[in-house]
């Protein structure tokens, strides 16, 4: 393979389904040091001219040819299809994933989208993150004691009368490789006093499991083979 110019990065398969956030961090590093690029975009989408169409929409590459990062969040949207996870679940237990090839080059863009905007919400980079969808209304000492889920309220509690409010239930159960976060960012910090920015920081990570389910629902939408 290095005859022929190609570049092989080995990822275990455990740390695709338990480490998953990670992985893709270290392969966007990996794919900016090889491949010489020094930002990175949100997303890459070409308008029908072959250029890109605002800078929001990221890379300009020479010549209209897309940028190694939107190769990356093509990668990352079909590693995040819940389709494709449930395909592929016994292969992916025992051997590194396989990305398939494209059907075509709106499909490809629709995934670099989609991919590029759910990298930037895991990286708590996109101003998504900042749309607080909860509220921390109740004043005390901020210990973490006794956690518990209030599903019919959305609230989560961290001690018998301080609370986040307005929590999607979905957010609450949702699973990152084998835990869920939420959850367990929380019983990590049992028995500690949360901060102004440990506050705000968990509200952002509400919203990015929230977004990151409706995200995946919107890739399910798309053909992938």
């Not at 897309?66 to 016994?90: C, G, M, N, Q």
């Amino acid at each position: 393979m290095k005859n022929l110019g190609l570049r092989v990065y080995r990822i275990a398969d455990a740390d695709v389904k338990n480490n998953l956030d990670n992985v893709m961090l270290g392969l966007e590093r990996y794919v900016v040091s090889e491949y010489g690029e020094t930002a990175t975009p949100p997303f890459g989408h070409p308008s029908e001219g072959g250029e890109f169409a605002s800078p929001e929409y990221g890379h300009h590459s020479n010549g209209g040819e897309f940028a190694p990062i939107d190769l990356l969040d093509y990668i990352y949207a079909v590693l995040h299809s819940p389709t494709y996870r449930e395909k592929y679940k016994e292969f992916l237990k025992i051997d590194f994933p396989r990305v398939p090839y494209p059907k075509d080059r709106d499909i490809f863009w629709q995934l670099v989208k989609l991919g590029g905007e759910l990298r930037q919400i895991h990286l708590l980079e996109s101003p998504v993150v900042n749309r607080y969808i909860t509220q921390y209304p109740v004043d005390g000492d901020n210990m973490v004691k006794k956690i518990r889920f209030e599903p019919d309220l959305g609230r989560t509690y961290i001690n018998e009368t301080q609370y986040f409010d307005h929590v999607p239930e979905v957010a609450w159960n949702f699973y990152i490789g084998g835990y869920q976060a939420a959850q367990k960012w929380l019983k990590d910090r049992k028995d500690r006093k949360l901060e102004f920015d440990d506050i705000l920081h968990y509200q952002k990570i509400i919203v990015a499991l929230s977004e990151t389910d409706r995200i995946m629902k919107e890739i399910d939408l798309i053909e992938i083979e």
